[in-house]
């Protein structure tokens, strides 16, 4: 199979698994290796297929990212959206500072297939605990200190393949008594300056060797990345999540059970 190819797949799973609360990164590690060594570890297209999604968030929430720029302005000032901002901020600099404190352990996990299977099974745990916990009339529209900076623990604990970022975060919302379609909202929202973040720590590298393999990985992403976020939203309000707890129960003990065969 062609490097182009191999490329378009990954970004297809990316692009899938990054917004429903599966792990993205967790389903990347065991995929790459299958495919082969060069894929392994390879954090450059890990972030290239990244981008791919964050673009998808930017597209899909354009309005509300709209509206919250314009909530900041001194003609347009709104306290509530304000709120928002500034706990984005607080969210992305938690985040920050463990990623950046972790980071070379973080990047050595991505070559630990069985760790990341693992992983996966306690993803399922968070789903799991999200349906029990499941909120339509909890907190909606405005975030706490507190809901701020847990919910940047978690989203920072996700750098970790096999737990889901977006699993996390709606997990720490939920269970901190968000909405959650606004705890998913702003999961959504604080993954864009993330891993933006994350993209600019490997700029360097990206001016250097980025290929067109990167380039397809990431439009793939992006495309599908629109797809999946429709997904997630009707799941949520059809109260379908313990769909996803399943399943990564299943993908992370099949792949324990035949790296012990």
Known sequence: MSKILIALFLGLVQGLTEFLPVSSSGHLVILQGFCGKEWTGNVL????????TTIAVIVYFSRELLGLIKGVMPRSWDRQKANTVFGLILTTAVTGIIGLVFKDRFEAMFSMPALVAVSLMITGLLDFTTELRYRQSGISGHVRVLDAIVIGVF????????ISRSGSTIFAGVILGMDALWATQYS???????????ALLEYTDMLQVFSLADLAGMLSSFIVGLISLRILVWTLKKHRYFIFAVYCWLVGAAYLVSGVL
């Open 45 to 52: 297209f890990d972030v290239s297929v990244h981008l791919g």
């Open 155 to 162: 989203q920072g604990i996700a750098i970790i393949p096999g």
């Open 188 to 198: 959504f929202l604080a993954s864009i300056p993330a891993i933006l973040g994350a």
